[in-house]
């Protein structure tokens, strides 16, 4: 079943040899700051390079309607991309292989303060094995390996033997609406692949995520009399901490998720952002948080907001103030479940081999809290969802890097992989 | 020594003819949205109002490099207001009687959410005896009241009998550098009245302030990964407690200040503001606090700001991730002492009669936890410097409000005032 090895040996060769470019490409990608709402600029490039090869082009926006109808969509607010979704679809002479999607979203987490980057954030910079850049590891690495996979094997007059949907998305790491949008938009394929910075690993379950803010109203009154306002900011920090209480009995529970619960703290509650106040002399009069917290697989988002609002509630109860001034929780992002990828699925085993011919080592696996877009297709679709990526470090943090040799790798069994899901056929 | 029983009657009547016109002007003023730094449009209104009264004229800007070398001087910030300092001067003909400086600012403090007031902010408005709007009571019903003093006596020929400084600062309400800039332009009179909204009461003494603000750095790793990370709002909180002990001390000490004792709470820390963070699901690297303390009279800001720093430091150092990362203190605004008004000088007696003849009432006194700009004048020029102005509920806060009886029965006491202190003289 598996690929012939003098052929597996020629792919590999044709990846080794189109690296320098797919590197360059990956540069290309990074330079785009593709923040959230930003990503036009970046979505035009890769049209046009999907375009390029000769792809069947689509692209769309978000069905907004449509999103908030299915039970996998999460809410709209005022920061939600308006950028547009791009879909090439390759499309072979006969259809003699299994379909595939292959996805990467190219929105990316703010840069934060620039004095924290060792360099520029969106100016890419190599050193030694590690590619520095804002997103280049989640994921522009991923999806310039999708664009290496295709030029690897044209350089040796091959192409896959199936149809295969390149998805490049946007709003993956504030709503997961992109790919649920793909869904929407009525791609289907036997198996996915989306190359998330995963340590070479395959995902076998990740977490759901849960996106709020909370805004706080407070009593303003002039600062000589402060003992008789009600301060919005610090009243956050008792709802705060309240939270920080969930999070410690969704931590408990984690005996009923075995996958999770080698992990010492798989629930993690972030508090992400705050602004509160205008005047340092006024005692403030509201205060917004924001935050995210994870959820098992298999728990109802619904279900789990309801334990986020209750938690605010029963809080401001024992607050004088707060209980006749209610805390507004507003749902503003993720609201998604968890998935689990069944083991077995040949499409695993697959990758299982490709990964061992490019890397000389078996494929393990691993279990994430954090969300990913493969939800999509585990839960909605139900075919095997492959997350499969390469080493890194401090993604959504500073100095944001990938591993360059563990790129290559990871590339080699994405080519072996698509070679052996799909087939080939001559160009 | 009092003023004639006909004269003050003619005069209060004078007063009384003239109030609409005096509430239409404070109306005029409270329509200038002058926040911090857009107090240009409402100073040359100002400007054009004194100048049409024949005043001498005077507009300057701040001399930072003079109020940073002042031990009153407050440090400058970005948000410092460039707007003039506007200076009407009143000379009379013959120099009978004794010089006086009026003073009112007209900066206000930012409105807020629009939601929680009634009616907009910026729109004066009249229900029974109150008068709505941002910046009405603190101070542009003072600042107002001041000219209709002159109007009142010019309506029926008369004008004070000596120099008068009509003063309209900014910076009030964030550095008191606009007083301090008048008193380094060299204007000095034998007495200072400031029209604040004080409860028709005279000011005893008042607290000095420190602003500050608190950045903290916190190490921002991807949320799945929280634990490693470090929270710089949730650190922020914990300085925040440490603050608050601060202030209890502080409030401990009130013994050794007897004015202070009988104020249950008389040093008011406020957390005013607070940002933090970018994103709900990356570990937010920063957060900083806008911070307002108060420190007794006679207690030097430099040593109060070593205490605060001894603070945020010794808090810091039972932190594994802040003792290696210390958090910055910025003094970024009020840096001023408290002041005493000695009793028994001849001023608050001219104001004492001036109150008994307008009002009918004793007039009493008041301590404030709070900044005045009289500090200039009571601790560099040493003179008296006269705090009253009238009957006020929210300032700082939501529907903002004076009372209009008790600005009339105000401005009847200014003019009585004026008249005794600077003697009249036919226009």
Not at 46 to 52: C, G, L, N, Q
Not at 319 to 324: A, E, G, I, Q, T
Not at 413 to 422: D, K, P, R, T, Y
């Amino acid at each position: 079943m598996s690929l012939d090895a003098a052929l597996a040996a020629k792919i590999l060769k044709a990846v080794d040899d189109n690296f320098d470019r797919q590197m360059e490409f990956t540069k290309t990608l990074v330079r785009f700051a593709s923040l959230r709402g930003a990503e036009g600029p970046c979505q035009d490039f890769v049209y046009a390079e999907m375009d390029k090869r000769g792809w069947s082009m689509d692209r769309f926006a978000m069905d907004e309607d449509a999103i908030q109808r299915h039970p996998g969509g999460s809410p709209f607010s005022a920061d939600h991309s308006k950028a547009p979704i791009v879909v090439g679809i390759h499309r072979p002479r006969q259809e003699t292989g299994r379909s595939l999607i292959l996805q990467s979203h190219v929105d990316v987490v703010p840069a934060g303060p620039d004095k924290m980057w060792s360099r520029p954030a969106f100016e890419p910079h190599i050193e030694g094995d590690w590619f520095y850049g804002r997103g280049g590891a989640d994921m522009k690495a991923g999806h310039a390996a999708m664009f290496a996979v295709f030029d690897a094997l044209k350089s040796i007059g091959l192409q896959p033997a199936a149809t295969v949907t390149v998805q490049s998305v946007v709003e993956e790491e504030a709503t997961g609406n992109g790919a649920l949008q793909c869904h929407l938009r009525g791609y289907r394929a036997e198996a996915v692949l989306i190359p998330e910075p995963e340590e070479e690993k395959i995902i076998r379950a990740n977490a759901g995520v849960l996106w709020f803010r909370v805004e706080v109203a407070g009593l303003p009154v002039h600062v000589s009399h402060a003992g008789s306002g009600q301060n919005a900011i610090e009243a956050a920090f008792g709802l705060i901490g309240a939270l920080r209480g969930l999070e410690a009995q969704w931590n408990d529970k984690k005996g009923e998720h075995p996958l999770f619960a080698p992990d010492p703290h798989p629930i993690n509650l972030n508090i992400g952002k705050i602004e509160g106040g205008d005047w340092a002399s006024s005692v403030p009069a509201w205060c917004a948080f924001d935050c995210r917290i994870a959820i098992y697989p298999g728990e109802r988002p619904e279900a789990m907001r309801k334990a986020v609002e209750a938690t605010i509630a029963s809080a401001s109860l024992n607050d004088r103030f707060l209980s006749n001034n209610p805390p507004k929780v507003v749902w503003n992002g993720f609201t998604t479940e968890g998935y689990v990828l069944e083991p077995g699925s040949e499409a695993e085993a697959v990758l299982a081999r490709a990964h061992q011919t490019a890397t000389g080592k078996p494929l393990e696996e691993l279990v994430t809290p954090a969300y990913l877009d493969t939800r999509v297709y585990a839960l909605y679709d139900k075919v095997p969802a492959l997350c499969y990526g390469p080493i890194s470090e401090n993604i959504h943090g500073f100095d944001e890097r990938f591993s360059i040799a563990s790129m290559k790798r990871v590339t080699r069994s994405m080519a072996l992989f698509v070679a052996e899901w799909c087939g080939v056929e001559p160009v």
